[in-house]
Structure formats: structure tokens, C-alpha cells
């Protein structure tokens, strides 16, 4: 016999396991995409920079999978809808991955509180 005491895992116990793996997902999604935005607006600011070196009157711009030369004046607003948009989902990323690491918390505390050093909610 184990000097560890049985404890029972309820029903409500499993889904609550299921839920922290589920959000614990998520949140590495979400870290993931905050990481790829914030790399896109840095290349975004890099390119206005460029721009304002370079003395060429049209440039190549992506859309879709297409290239369009535009003027340094259309250039410098699609860069700057693209900048907000992103500035937009960085803002939606990051409240959720706040909201995400708060329901991980209360859920690590709940499992821990019934489970102790029985469970591992910790990241290897």
C-alpha cells in the first residue's frame, strides 16, 4: 500500500483538466500569433522607413497574391491600414490571452487545491 492517499477524480474534476489543456492550447496559439503580428508590424514600420529613403515614384505592393505598383502615396496608406488592422488584432490578442491566462489561473488553483502534487499543470 502507497503512503499517498486514493483520490477520486470526479466527472467535474476531468472536464476541469480538460478545459486547463484546452485554454493552455489556446494560449499558445495566441502567444504564437501576438509573436507573427508584432513581426509584421515591425516589417511594416521598416518598409515606411524605407520608403521615405528611397526616390522611386512607384512601388511593388502585395495584395493578395498579386503585385500592384502604386504610388509612394498609395503605398503609404495601405501600409498605414495595414499598421491599424493589426494594431486592432494585437488589442483583441492580448485581452484574450489575458482573459485565457486568468481562467488557467482559476482552474490551476481549483486543481491543485483538490489534487496537490498529484497533478502537474506546470509546462515542461
Not at 486592432?88 to 481562467?103: M, N, Q, V, W, Y
Amino acid at each position: 500500500m502507497g503512503s499517498e492517499e486514493d483520490i477520486q477524480i470526479t466527472a467535474a474534476d476531468q472536464g476541469k483538466i480538460n478545459s486547463f489543456a484546452k485554454y493552455n492550447i489556446k494560449l499558445k496559439e495566441y502567444e504564437a500569433e501576438v509573436e507573427n503580428k508584432k513581426n509584421l508590424l515591425q516589417n511594416l514600420n521598416d518598409l515606411e522607413d524605407e520608403l521615405l529613403l528611397t526616390e522611386a515614384e512607384f512601388h511593388p505592393f502585395k495584395i493578395g497574391e498579386s503585385f500592384f505598383h502604386l504610388s509612394t502615396d498609395e503605398t503609404n496608406e495601405k501600409i498605414e491600414l495595414q499598421k491599424k488592422m493589426l494594431k486592432e488584432r494585437l488589442i483583441t490578442l492580448e485581452s484574450e490571452l489575458g482573459d485565457c491566462k486568468a481562467t488557467m489561473s482559476t482552474l490551476k488553483k481549483e486543481l491543485y487545491a483538490k489534487f496537490g502534487d498529484n497533478i502537474n499543470l506546470e509546462e515542461s
